[in-house]
């Protein structure tokens, strides 16, 4: 018997209005662990991230996570999906403490332990009070994976997350994905045009 993928795709298609579709029929399973796809700019990387995450909705197509289908339980697949992307963070009138504090009421999994860690391990502590508009790009940009793993999803989809970090966030982040590399019960899908500077357990060229 054939095990059920952690997470799968099926003919999954999207255009956006007036251009031609940039994910054509799309099918793939992905195992746990951590996955870096790779590919040319205009190869849909950021879409299929956005897609897999249910921010975007496919025109054609499937999606399951665990067993939830996103089209029809889009809700309950949310909940187990976490998204990063190279954008500025949304709820950027909030501090990154109110921030997690909001986003941790959406999530059953979310850990204020972890997001403790998190804020230590990216250096955040000096900048949880200010809004996070007020914030640098980079420093932005830390409070949102520092949030996005705290939620502790089964699913962690990341839009380039080494750009704009610091030499040591950017140490802490690659110990978190050798971690993620090992897992048996989480799966990490990663666009990232600078190497990663460790081995994923699954690359994906697209």
Excluded: I
């Amino acid at each position: 018997m054939t095990a059920t993928p952690f997470l799968h795709c099926e003919a999954l298609s999207f255009a956006y209005p007036g251009s031609r579709r940039v994910v054509d029929l799309w099918t793939h399973d992905f195992t746990a662990g951590l996955c870096w796809l790779r590919g040319a700019n205009g190869t849909g990387k950021s879409t299929r991230l956005k897609l897999l995450a249910g921010a975007l909705t496919p025109q054609y197509g499937s999606v399951q996570l665990l067993g939830l289908d996103l089209l029809k339980q889009p809700l309950d697949y949310r909940r187990q999906a976490a998204w990063v992307g190279a954008e500025p963070p949304a709820f950027e009138h909030l501090s990154p403490a109110e921030r997690f504090a909001f986003l941790a009421g959406l999530y059953p999994r979310a850990d204020a332990a972890q997001w403790q860690a998190h804020v230590e391990g990216f250096g955040l502590t000096p900048f949880l009070a200010q809004p996070m508009s007020q914030l640098s790009t980079g420093t932005q940009h830390k409070a949102a994976l520092a949030a996005a793993l705290a939620l502790q999803t089964p699913l962690l989809l990341q839009d380039e997350p080494l750009n704009a970090l610091d030499a040591a966030s950017v140490d802490y982040l690659r110990g978190l994905m050798r971690l993620a590399a090992q897992a048996s019960d989480r799966l990490w899908l990663v666009v990232s045009h600078e190497d990663l500077g460790l081995a994923p357990s699954a690359t994906l060229d697209l």
